[in-house]
T-cell receptor, first 115, second 113 residues
Framework: AQKITQTQPGMFVQEKEAVTLDCTYD???????LFWYKQPSSGEMIFLIY??????QNATEGRYSLNFQKARKSANLVISASQLGDSAMYFC????????????FGKGTHLIIQP | DAGITQSPRHKVTETGTPVTLRCHQT?????MYWYRQDPGHGLRLIHY???????DKGEVSDGYSVSRSKTEDFLLTLESATSSQTSVYFC????????????FGSGTRLTVV
């Protein structure tokens, strides 16, 4: 079975600073995928970024990048130049194997950006 | 968004009553999922479906049943609602893309009193 661990329940960051949200994972499968989702106070789950286990380069999507360290089984999300609108819950998630049985989520990190 | 509609969006029900939540998709995806979200737990998988009449249990399936008689609809039933089933319920679909593109509905907030 797979497991996701997010060790930061909450974080306060000054606007315009870079933010790193930690995520470690555990799986015995060689093929897996890692995701980050954002959940603002309105409640919807917004896809941010994806990294496949065989991808050699770290994924990037605009201000988001995923620092993938396979040997350490970590998949940290980096947000550059944080904005007030980045305040939200952030969830790390993964599928393993064929992915048919859905995603396994971490417990989330509540990020608050301060002006 | 992404053709996923959950209904109702909010519901208050009494302990012991049956409740059915509906997830409707317009994009003909094979895989559909039901999750519940509780503070301190993230999202946890209840049941999933890999086709019409093909379903399987997730991590927290006790007290829940599902049905999928049509590709577009995935129903979650709380057979006899309990206060511990007060939660936000999310439906999701998996796309046939390289990253599977899991996409979530807007959620149903269920309160059992």
């Amino acid at each position: 079975a797979q497991k996701i661990t997010q060790t930061q329940p909450g974080m306060f960051v000054q606007e315009k600073e870079a933010v790193t949200l930690d995520c470690t994972y555990d799986t015995s499968d060689q093929s897996y995928g890692l995701f980050w989702y954002k959940q603002p106070s309105s409640g919807e789950m917004i896809f941010l970024i994806y990294q496949g286990s065989y991808d050699e380069q770290n994924a990037t999507e605009g201000r988001y990048s995923l620092n993938f360290q396979k040997a350490r089984k970590s998949a940290n999300l980096v947000i550059s130049a944080s904005q007030l609108g980045d305040s939200a819950m952030y969830f790390c998630a993964m599928y393993s194997g064929g992915g048919a049985d859905g995603l396994t989520f971490g417990k989330g990190t509540h990020l608050i950006i301060q002006p | 968004d992404a053709g996923i509609t959950q209904s109702p969006r909010h519901k208050v029900t009494e302990t012991g009553t049956p409740v059915t939540l509906r997830c409707h998709q317009t994009e003909n995806h094979r895989y559909m999922y039901w999750y519940r979200q509780d503070p301190g737990h993230g999202l946890r998988l209840i049941h999933y479906s890999y086709g019409v009449k093909d379903t399987d249990k997730g991590e927290v399936s006790d007290g829940y049943s599902v049905s999928r008689s049509k590709t577009e609809d995935f129903l979650l039933t709380l057979e006899s609602a309990t206060s511990s089933q007060t939660s936000v319920y999310f439906c999701a679909i998996r796309r046939d893309t390289s990253n599977y593109g899991y996409t979530f509905g807007s959620g149903t907030r269920l309160t059992v009193v």
